[in-house]
């Protein structure tokens, strides 16, 4: 029998919290099935597994990271759109770590498909990108550059690596910078140095 109350929406926005609160790899669904009062079992019919609920997590945190990436980067272009992107990207990260983390993990390439905010996500990164005149297979590339540099630096922050005095986001400003200037150099595929 379902739980009178208990939806996929209201489960997948209580793992959200719960993962923010606790710990995305201490999320389980014991623990949100603690959240409601019911059992573990109340849980399956609207949830099949652990990976399942994770998934969804995955996509609904995407939706929100894109969200708010999308409001900073309107009407923007080049180095003021890099900087909001990546402002956003921080924001949630140091704001959501369970959630952020979530967007972190691989998903079943079905469910990819059909998810609008990951579409949305490849149409703004590649929008923003193409400011900079790249085209594939070099867009491929500075995706991967900004996702790498943006997630490492965040994961750092937030455990707390960063131990000299310089202030952090002065740091992360000049990250930004140096990012804006390779974007604005990039090399090429298939042209010469020389």
């Keep these: 029998m379902v739980r009178a109350g208990l939806t996929v929406e209201r489960l997948v ?3 959200a919290e719960l993962a923010d609160e606790a710990g995305f790899d201490r999320l389980s669904v014991s623990a949100l099935a603690r959240r409601f009062g019911v059992k ?4 399956y019919s609207h949830v099949r597994n652990l990976q399942d609920l994770r998934a969804r997590l995955a996509l609904y945190a995407g939706g ?9 980067v309107a009407g923007r272009a080049g180095k003021e759109a890099l ?5 956003a990207y921080r924001d949630y990260a140091l704001e959501h770590p369970g959630r952020y983390a979530a967007t972190q993990i691989r998903i079943d390439q079905s469910l990819i498909a059909d998810s609008a905010a990951l579409r949305r996500t490849a149409e703004i990164t590649y929008g923003m990108l193409r400011g900079y005149g790249l085209a594939e297979p070099d867009l491929t590339d500075a995706v991967r550059l900004l996702r790498s540099t943006f997630h490492g630096y965040c994961v750092l922050e937030s455990a707390g690596g960063f131990g000299a005095d310089r202030d952090v986001k002065a740091s992360w400003d000049k990250a930004v910078d140096a990012l804006h200037l390779a974007l604005t150099h990039w090399p090429r595929e298939g042209k010469n140095d020389g």
């Design 83 to 87: 900087a909001a992107f990546a402002g």
């Design 13 to 15: 926005e209580a793992a």
């Design 40 to 43: 573990d079992a109340s849980l």
């Design 64 to 72: 929100e990271l894109i969200d708010r990436i999308a409001a900073a």
